[in-house]
């Protein structure tokens, strides 16, 4: 069969809906994290706690596929990246899936039963399940813009040269930081909008101006650390973007400071960045004005922004090896076949129009503030 | 070389992981479209104990549904983790339908189940019955993708592999789509996946009848669960056999291991009821054998021979010399693309590549390879064999029992004598049967696939991750702590709702459907609606 679009164009599309994809999920799932991390500091009471977890309790099931379609996006266009990072990041990855095991339940069990003890076993489980991820998907891409410790043999098997106390190098921990303020801002933002006139509210937005701020000194840092740190990498020679997916027919080398240099030869992407800060000036002055869209609105811009820079600093890298350069993966050398790469594009044209339509017509749907006497009255809610 | 430990080691994780996750995905395939099919009689007819119905049965499977989704995170990551040299091998290929499951089933359940439990007052009966039905299709649809990768690993079409990328590649899609063993595998799973939540459904109706309580409500249940069950049951036989019959042309060493049938037999060969396969003399004793029967499964005719596994061993030792041939031509061809006489030779054994790579089991390199070497590779083929033949027997025998079972009920239900003592205990104390088999079933497919991981293309040793075995002992400890204490919370919750019973707080059966129903509710003696 011809295929209608070359091998290059595919490539660089499905490197754009992986960021879709990701900026999808931090977009939606972002706040819902955000909601279960801020759970125990604004909701006191047993009432409180519900009326927070109801502002996400019916849309977060779907929003959390945004996340689970990431990796199955990952796993089916860049199969050597999937491979690469699951494993290596092996102690990691179990520590997130258990903390995300845990918000499923927590959200589906917590309010089955009176027990006190028992809803504060789950309000710990919730805060872990929000938290715990919101940090380590921060760490992942610190970890990532560093270079990860792998090498890959003859046969394109990954062996790793690192521990898990490596991934929390200063830089990443920023990063994590970072990823915590942001998603902490989506889900005060989130709660400001969604729940009752109350304390629940009220305090969502005494914390949304903390995180907003935070969010923009730890990007400024980001930035700074990327200027003048150690980080980056650097193809070298010949690039086929057409060329066969093995990492090892690439030149690579490690280069400080190029992270910065696809701002000087496509101008345009400094437009990331600003909308990293813009975003979150545009939460703050929602904040002021009482506007509770702009902030919201601000938030998502904020994180959108912040995703695309990480994304587009380091393009065409995907995955760099900061012991083995000539191991990292890029958009040109990691991605599926160019059959692959068109029939996924094809199914993705078709669906992700669906998705976003029938995910729509869900908010609207449950649209509206959630209040103590629907949660306390009605047997509908968690 | 591999570290057999590590993958030994990572094979007991991913069974453990995927059979816990296969304990709540059959009851969600069920629940689902029990759900629907009660919501839709309270739509037609409006009467308020459908609807009671509809919600106390969505509790229990949300309570479910909730440690499905947990789980199924693990597995689809777990490929990544533990698995990661076959998720580069084969990720081209395999990796699409999962990828699509996402897009077109997965965020289409995990959307409209939220509005199933928050959206019965915000929406018309008839959008929310839509959401309803929608959620189960998207339920079944998942379980189509999952098949669909699945089934390519049972039977790899439509992919060859590329050794410029080192790894599978597709090459048509739509062989991989319309596999024939994976549709047989997708209509013989969703059909036990009808039976467990029919059965799950129709216990909870017998334990509420045998206490005497919620009789209204536990009768309606019971005659859905009867006739649903009976319906799913007799399709789980039938389509079983398609998936035997996809087994002949596909997967001959796993058909003659699960019958243990050492030598081929002449046409039509018998089917062995029962025995004792002795693995060391490679023979059966004391074979109870039902003459012609398996040629009629498995071939559909009384003239075609059904292999049996020593003559099968012997195909593969020579496809295990052939696939030396193959490894030796990639590793020329690595060393130079234009050697022409190399790839000429890499075409033709190519698809033997994979049992050349079984001797990695042995050395680094096969080209090595002694004879006896060989020859044991060749052995190597053969899946454990007394396993097999028992998990058959066993999950057949619950398959049988439950048409037996589902067909008693349906006649009691039709006869109007839903409270015949002696079938309520027994429907009750068959609850775990459904369970039992479905893992049964994926013993079957996936410890009966072994040694491969993708169906003579790759070994499972060789899928594994570099890891060591202490990063996989601390993850299998961490999962079994975990999912230990998420299974015992899960069987309590579910117990406790069972015990409160569908009126907890609402002033009991007669409090609520009166309004609408008075004759039908106490005692139960007003005629039940025909379904």
């Known amino acids: ?85 699951f494993s290596g990041l092996y102690l990691a990855m179990f520590v997130l899936l258990a903390a995300l095991i845990l918000r499923p339940v927590g959200f589906k069990y917590r309010s089955k039963r009176e027990d006190k003890r028992w809803r504060a076993m789950w309000d710990w489980a919730l805060f872990t399940g929000g938290f715990v991820p919101a940090l380590l998907f921060g760490v992942a891409v610190g970890n990532v813009l560093v270079g990860l410790p792998f090498r890959l043999d003859e046969d394109l098997r990954a062996f790793w040269d ?34 009752e006139y109350g304390p629940v509210r009220d305090r969502a937005r005494t914390f949304a101006p903390i995180f907003a701020i935070a969010s923009i000194v730890l990007f400024a840092g980001g930035g700074l650390v990327m200027a003048y740190g150690p980080y980056g990498f650097t193809q070298v020679g010949d690039v086929d973007p057409a060329g066969p997916s093995n990492p090892l027919r690439t030149e690579t080398v490690a280069a400080a400071g190029a992270w910065l240099s696809n701002y000087a030869a496509h101008p345009w992407m400094i437009l990331a960045p600003v909308l990293g800060f813009g975003g979150a000036f545009a939460a703050l002055a929602g904040l002021k004005m009482n506007s509770e869209a702009v902030t919201f609105i601000g938030s998502k811009l904020s994180t959108f922004g912040i995703i695309s820079t990480a994304g587009l600093s380091m393009f065409p890298f995907i995955l760099p090896s900061s012991i083995q350069p000539n191991a990292s993966l890029t958009v040109w050398n990691s991605s599926s076949s160019h059959l692959t790469l068109f029939i996924m594009l094809i199914t993705t044209a078709i669906f992700l129009p669906i998705i976003l339509a029938y995910t729509s017509w869900a908010f609207k749907v449950m649209w509206g503030r959630v209040t103590t006497e629907d949660v306390t009255s009605g047997g509908d809610y968690y | ?23 709540f995905v059959p009851l969600t395939l069920g629940l689902a479209f029990m759900l629907a099919i009660m919501e839709s009689v309270y739509v037609m007819t409006g009467r308020q104990v459908w609807k009671d119905m509809t919600k106390f049965w969505g509790a229990l499977f949300g309570i479910n549904f909730a440690l499905g989704v947990s789980t199924g995170i693990t597995m689809e990551f777990q490929f990544g983790m533990n698995w990661s040299y076959y998720s580069h091998y084969v990720g081209d290929v395999f990796g699409a339908p999962l990828a699509i499951e996402g897009l077109m089933a997965f965020f289409l359940e995990a959307t409209l189940v939220g509005l199933f439990f928050f959206g019965w007052d915000r929406m018309s009966k008839q959008a929310h019955l839509a959401v309803t039905w929608f959620m189960a299709i998207g339920t079944n649809l998942s379980a ?17 592999f590329n050794p410029e990328t080192m790894r599978m590649e597709v090459v048509d899609f739509m062989a991989v789509l319309f596999n024939p063993v994976a549709q047989a595998k997708f209509v013989h799973t969703v059909a036990a996946g009808y039976v467990t939540g029919a059965l799950f459904v129709l216990a909870i109706s017998a334990w509420f009848l045998l206490q005497r309580r919620h009789r209204g409500f536990a009768k309606r249940s019971m005659t859905v669960a009867a006739a649903f069950g009976l319906m799913g049951s007799l399709s789980v036989v039938v389509l079983g056999d398609e998936s035997g019959y996809a087994l002949t042309h596909n997967q001959r060493m796993k058909l003659a291991a699960l019958e243990a049938m050492w030598e081929t037999h002449e ?16 023979t059966t004793h004391f074979a109870v054998d039902v003459p012609w029967v398996l040629g009629l499964i498995a071939t559909r005719s009384l003239d075609q021979e059904v292999q049996g596994i020593l003559p099968l061993v012997a195909i593969a030792e020579t496809r295990v010399e052939n696939g030396i041939r193959a490894y030796d031509a990639l590793q020329r061809l690595r060393a130079d693309e234009n050697d022409i006489e190399a790839r000429t030779q890499f075409e033709e054994t190519k698809f033997d590549l994979g049992y050349g790579l079984l ?22 083929t053969i899946p454990d064999v007394p ?4 998990s058959f027997r066993f999950m057949a025998g619950i398959g049988l029992y439950m048409i037996l079972l589902f067909g008693t009920a349906f006649v009691l239900c039709t006869l109007r004598k839903h409270e015949t003592r002696w079938f309520l205990w027994v429907a ?39 890891l060591n075995a202490t990063q996989i002992w601390m993850t299998i400890a961490g999962f079994t702590a975990l999912y230990g204490a998420l299974a015992v919370v899960e069987v309590m919750l579910m117990l406790h709702f069972i015990r409160k019973g569908p009126y907890a707080g609402k002033g009991g059966e007669s409090g609520k459907s009166t309004k609408t129903r008075p004759a039908a509710t106490e005692g139960g003696m007003a005629p039940i609606p025909a379904e």
């Open chain 2, 359 to 380: 001797l990695q089991r042995y050395m680094a390199d096969p080209r090595d390879a002694t004879p006896d070497q060989i020859r044991q590779a060749a052995f190597d």
């Open chain 2, 428 to 466: 009750l104390f068959s609850l775990p049967l459904p369970w039992v088999a479905a893992e049964l079933g994926w013993l079957l497919a996936e410890y009966g696939r072994q040694p491969w991981i993708i169906e003579g293309m790759l070994p499972t040793f060789l899928g594994v991750s570099s």
């Open chain 2, 1 to 23: 070389m591999i570290d057999m430990e590590v993958a030994d080691l990572s094979r007991w994780q991913f069974a453990l992981t995927a059979m816990y996750h296969f304990l």
């Open chain 2, 144 to 160: 189509l993708w999952i098949l669909i990768a699945n089934g390519w690993m049972q039977n790899p079409v439509g992919s060859e």
């Open chain 1, 1 to 85: 069969m011809e295929i209608p679009i070359s091998y290059e164009t595919l490539r660089v599309l499905w490197w754009g809906l992986l960021g879709v994809l990701l900026i999808g999920f931090a977009a939606t799932d972002g706040f819902d994290f955000g909601v279960a991390g801020l759970l125990p500091f604004v909701a006191k009471t047993d009432a409180e706690r519900r009326v927070a977890i109801n502002t996400v309790g019916p849309t977060w099931e779907g929003n959390q596929v945004w996340f689970i379609l990431g990796g199955g996006a990952i796993f089916a266009a860049w199969p050597l990246v999937y491979a690469v990072s």
């Open chain 1, 162 to 195: 690192g521990s898990f106390f490596d991934l929390l190098n200063p830089f990443a921990i920023l990063c994590g930081l970072l990823s915590v303020t942001m998603m902490g801002l989506h889900g005060a933002a989130w709660l400001s909008m969604k729940a």
């Open chain 2, 387 to 390: 396993v097999m033949f028992w």
């Open chain 2, 267 to 282: 046409a039509p060969a018998p089917l062995t009821l029962v025995g004792f396969p002795d693995v060391e003399n490679q």
